[in-house]
Structures are given as C-alpha cells and as structure tokens.
C-alpha cells in the first residue's frame, strides 16, 4: 500500500469531495470534502460529519460500488457515492455531484419531447384534413381550402426539420473555429435584402446602417447570414406593430470587437421571460408565435452561432419598450 504521505497527496488531487476511512474513523479527507461537510474533522468519527443514513450504510460496510443517492447536502441535490478498498483495511470513499449529468439527461428528454409535439401537431391536422379530402364529398372551393391548409401545416414541418437539422449541424462544429474573413457590412446586406418581403407584408420597415469603416470578422459566412436574418425575422413577427413601424439593423465597430444589433419598437418582453429565451423551443407566447411562422428554435440557433464564434449575446428589452439584441465578435 502506498505511504500516508503518498495517499493524502493523491486524495488532495482529486476535485471530487474524497475520504479515506478506517471504519468509522476518518484518517484522511481532501479539500472538497471539508468544504462540502462543515462538522469533517480528520481522525473524528464519519457519523458527526455525514447524516445520510444510505450514504453512512454503504460508507461503513465498506463493500466496493457505486450507488446514486440524494440528500447529501440538499435534498434535491443528486451524487453518485463510489467507494473501493484501498489495501486489507481502509476505505475510500468519493462522492461526484451529478447535477450537471441529470441537467443534461433532462434537457435531452424535454428536447425529444417537444420536438415530437413540434412535429405531431402539425401531422394530426394534415392527417384529418387528408382524410376528410379522400372522403371525396366536397366541392372545389372547400378541396382548395382543404388543400391549403394541408400545405401550410407540411410547410410549418418543413421548418421544424430544417431548425432541427441547422442546429445539429451547428453544434456539431461548435468546438471548429470558422476562419475565413467575413465583411459584417455585406452579410447585413444580404440579409436586409432577403427579409424585405417578409418586411412588406407585415407593413414594415428595415432601416440599415453601417459603419464608414466596415468591421471584418473571422467567421462562417452562411451562418452569419443565417443569425441576423434570425434576427431580423423575429423582430418583424414580434416587434412590428403595423404601418409605420421600424426594425433598426446596425453593424458597428467598438474597441476590437464588432457588434451587430437589430431593434424593435413592439410590445417588448417581460423581464422574467428574458433568461430563457435561448431554450429550444421556449415561446413567451406560444399561440402567437406558432401563428406568426416561428419554430421556436430561431434563438437557440443563433445562441449556438454566436458561441461558435467566440462571441457574446446580449438580449435588452420590457414592456411597452421594444426589444434590443446585440450580438458582439471579435474582429479579425
């Protein structure tokens, strides 16, 4: 067996809360473990600091295994307890907080559930009107009507898919840094250009300025364009108010960094919404949103770009205020 001074430099390495035992007896504890159990003491008793009747059962039979428990240090707080021999007598003892793990099972779940309801929703319509169409019993006027609803909600899937198909691409780049240099200036201009049909039929309009000295970043071109026209699209759907009303799109450079910023006069978020708005297929308003053409996904998917560019977004906005979002790059 390793030398005492051996194991407490081993047991101090490890970031886990980590405790070897003699029995009851704790003969040496790390760092974490004194911070996560404020009455552990070496060389005092493993009953006067841990009080978790599963954790103490397991800690002092000593057998070697792994078993998930909660109540450690707060009831809804998950760990996985492991404990394996070290030589014929001691026991270690290491406890690994498993709160991000069930985060991400959760958000995995949540995910595969709402992308379903995203995608069954839309195909219980086309299905029953399909059906009511092969029934044969209507006239033209109502077949056409049949028929455009059918189209509308296939095209409502179609934008689901694509989201769904533009994120996973995304993410799985997340980690590649793009390269190539991108004038900010022209990416805005193609998408201004693309989203001012979008912007007639909602009798509003797009205002564009840039700056005389056009930033230059290092990025994904297709991507940024797909950001702002993100961007841009909500602020169109939410933030138009009817005629008159004026979504601003500004690329300027500050310090080193170039931001791009899109801006409405609408009706503007309340505050509590504002942290989650990122989520995948979080909708202050769901029958709006899902009215007005969204998926749900537009803002996860330029939260994904953004940090593939190494960048940060920023989301201002209440009530009756309008809605501001900035997203900063740093320039080439």
Not at 144 to 173: H, N, P, T, W, Y
């Amino acid at each position: 067996m390793a030398r005492v001074p051996e194991l407490q430099t081993i047991i101090d390495a490890l970031d886990e809360p980590s405790l070897l035992l003699d029995g009851t007896r704790v003969v040496m504890a790390n760092g974490a473990a004194v911070e996560l159990f404020s009455n552990l003491r070496v060389g005092s008793d493993v009953r006067l600091a841990i009080r978790n009747p599963i954790a103490l059962d397991h800690i002092i039979a000593g057998e070697p295994g792994d078993v998930e428990m909660a109540g450690i240090d707060r009831p809804e707080r998950p760990w996985l307890l492991s404990i394996r021999k070290v030589g014929d007598q001691l026991v270690l003892a290491r406890l690994v907080d498993r709160s991000a793990a069930r985060a991400a099972e959760k958000m995995r779940v949540d995910f595969v559930a709402n992308a379903s309801h995203e995608l069954r929703t839309p195909l219980a319509t086309i299905l029953g009107y399909a059906e009511t169409l092969a029934d044969g019993e209507f006239d033209a006027e109502s077949n056409a009507k049949f028929g455009s609803i059918i189209r509308s909600e296939a095209q409502r899937m179609l934008r689901v898919v694509e989201d769904l198909m533009s994120l996973s691409r995304i993410e799985a780049d997340r980690f590649v840094a793009p390269r190539d240099r991108v004038d900010l200036g022209e990416v805005a201009e193609t998408s201004v250009s693309q989203c001012r049909s979008m912007a007639d039929q909602r009798s509003c309009s797009i205002e564009l300025h840039i700056d005389a000295e056009t930033p230059v970043v290092r990025g994904d071109r297709p991507q940024l364009i797909q950001l702002l026209d993100n961007l841009i699209g909500n602020a169109l759907r939410y933030g138009c108010m009817g005629p008159g009303s004026v979504v601003r799109v500004s690329v300027r450079r500050e310090g080193n960094s170039a931001v791009l910023s899109v801006s409405d006069t609408g009706e503007g978020i309340p505050r509590e919404h504002l942290p989650r708005l990122t989520e995948r297929f979080y909708r202050v308003d769901e029958a709006r949103s899902r009215s007005s053409g969204g998926t749900g996904l537009g803002l996860a998917i330029v939260k994904h770009i953004v940090e593939r560019h190494r960048g940060t977004l920023a989301i201002r906005s209440s009530r009756g205020e309008g809605t501001d979002v900035s997203v900063r790059l740093p320039l080439a």
